[in-house]
């Protein structure tokens, strides 16, 4: 079901990048902005390390798992990145117990 908003409907609002960001596997259109900033600024030149701060969707992260992990793993001075996707609240549990 579409959700007509003002006379339009939400399928509208879906632009060119929305579709292709579905098609590509990216989380939200935002990664294209951001694969166009680093081209144009070069933002990751030099980078090696960056820290995911758990913001939704996560498009972000997935351009950056891309971009630092350049050049191919199998080169041993390759980059490495880990990005956490998931967020506990939960305290690390004691490995000794309370009696």
């Known amino acids: 079901p579409t959700r007509t ?3 339009k409907s939400s399928r509208d609002k879906r632009d ?3 579709r292709r960001a579905k ?7 935002s990664a294209f902005k951001l694969l166009q ?3 144009y600024y070069h933002l990751f030149r030099g980078v090696t390390h960056a ?3 758990c913001a939704a969707p996560g498009s972000w992260s997935q351009v950056l798992s891309l971009r630092l992990r350049s050049p191919p793993l199998d ?3 390759s980059r490495q990145i880990l990005v956490e996707t998931s967020w506990s609240t939960q ?9």
Not at 23 to 29: D, I, L, S, V, Y
Request: a negative charge; zero cysteines; hydrophobic letters at 30%.
């Open 5 to 7: 908003i003002m006379g």
């Open 16 to 18: 060119i990048y929305y």
């Open 23 to 29: 098609e590509e596997g990216w989380r939200a259109r």
């Open 37 to 39: 900033l680093d081209e």
């Open 51 to 53: 820290v995911d701060l």
């Open 75 to 77: 080169n041993p001075l």
């Open 91 to 99: 305290p690390a549990s004691s490995s000794s117990s309370s009696s």
